[in-house]
């Protein structure tokens, strides 16, 4: 086979032409880069006029509006009892009567006690026996056991030992609170049939349905408020 190369000078016009293309695209690429950029810096500068203008009316603001976010302690388990218990609180100030404490009731047992929920107390670390519970809400035929764990570990037979020393309490019920609404995972026995397990977003759907449709007898608007309040905490941390 015979192979017949062109002379160096046949291929210089092909090759000027195809740099002359070049130049013209690299030219053409430069160009809309520079356009783009143009575009770019002025639709910025349109934003930050928009954001100054805002930033000017008051209308720019992030961050947190709930009280246990601004203060960082949204996550403090001995917080949230202590909102739990008042909410639960059939003569607080919060205003929803017995409704809040029914509506968790009746997510534990199908009869829940109805007749005397007014008079029903809510207290804090209450110990009974060898186990001390986060908070407990006693009444005539009600003893609601909540057990209250947030980030902290699970302590080894804890809800046993709940069980243990609150079963024989007229109207037991147990609740095991927590983040995801799992079930406690050191129980065993009858203890892991007696607790209900429940979701903080659970428990934020019963107080929004309590505060839409509690009557507000003997609310203050402060009370009121910090119901409110505490419903935003549990709607942005436990979504």
Not at 7 to 29: C, F, K, M, S
Not at 47 to 72: K, M, T, Y
């Given at each position: 086979?015979?192979?017949?190369?062109?002379?160096?000078?046949?291929?210089?016009?092909?090759?000027?032409?195809?740099?002359?293309?070049?130049?013209?695209?690299?030219?053409?690429?430069?160009e809309?880069?520079?356009a783009?950029?143009?575009?770019?810096?002025?639709?910025?500068a349109?934003?930050?006029?928009?954001q100054?203008?805002?930033?000017?009316?008051?209308?720019w603001?992030?961050?947190?509006?709930?009280?246990?976010?601004?203060?960082?302690?949204?996550?403090?388990?001995?917080?949230?009892?202590a909102?739990?218990?008042?909410?639960?609180?059939?003569?607080?100030?919060?205003?929803?009567?017995?409704?809040?404490?029914?509506?968790?009731?009746?997510?534990?047992?199908?009869?829940?006690?109805r007749?005397?929920?007014?008079?029903?107390?809510?207290a804090?670390?209450?110990?009974?026996?060898n186990?001390?519970a986060?908070?407990?809400v006693?009444?005539?035929?009600?003893?609601?056991?909540?057990?209250?764990?947030v980030?902290a570990?699970?302590?080894?037979?804890r809800?046993?030992?709940?069980?243990?020393?609150?079963c024989?309490?007229?109207?037991a019920?147990f609740?095991?609170?927590?983040?995801?609404?799992?079930a406690?995972?050191?129980?065993?026995?009858?203890?892991r049939?007696?607790?209900?397990?429940?979701?903080?977003?659970?428990?934020?759907?019963?107080?929004r349905d309590?505060?839409?449709s509690?009557?507000?007898?003997?609310a203050?608007?402060h009370?009121?408020?910090?119901?409110?309040?505490?419903?935003?905490?549990?709607?942005?941390?436990?979504?």
């Amino acid at each position: 086979m015979t192979i017949i190369a062109s002379a160096p000078e046949a291929d210089e016009p092909r090759l000027a032409g195809l740099a002359a293309e070049w130049r013209a695209i690299v030219a053409r690429e430069q160009e809309n880069r520079v356009a783009q950029v143009a575009a770019w810096e002025a639709k910025l500068a349109e934003l930050r006029a928009e954001q100054e203008a805002l930033l000017r009316g008051g209308h720019w603001v992030g961050g947190p509006d709930d009280l246990l976010s601004i203060l960082g302690q949204s996550r403090q388990e001995r917080y949230h009892s202590a909102l739990l218990a008042w909410l639960l609180d059939p003569q607080g100030r919060h205003g929803l009567g017995a409704g809040f404490l029914e509506a968790l009731l009746r997510r534990c047992t199908a009869e829940p006690p109805r007749a005397e929920l007014n008079r029903a107390r809510p207290a804090l670390e209450v110990s009974l026996g060898n186990a001390c519970a986060d908070v407990v809400v006693a009444g005539p035929g009600l003893c609601l056991v909540i057990e209250n764990k947030v980030d902290a570990r699970e302590q080894p037979q804890r809800c046993d030992r709940l069980y243990d020393s609150f079963c024989r309490e007229p109207g037991a019920l147990f609740v095991f609170l927590s983040p995801s609404g799992r079930a406690p995972v050191t129980v065993t026995g009858a203890a892991r049939e007696a607790f209900t397990p429940m979701s903080y977003a659970e428990l934020a759907g019963m107080l929004r349905d309590a505060l839409a449709s509690a009557p507000g007898k003997g609310a203050t608007a402060h009370g009121r408020e910090a119901a409110s309040n505490y419903l935003a905490t549990l709607e942005r941390e436990f979504r």
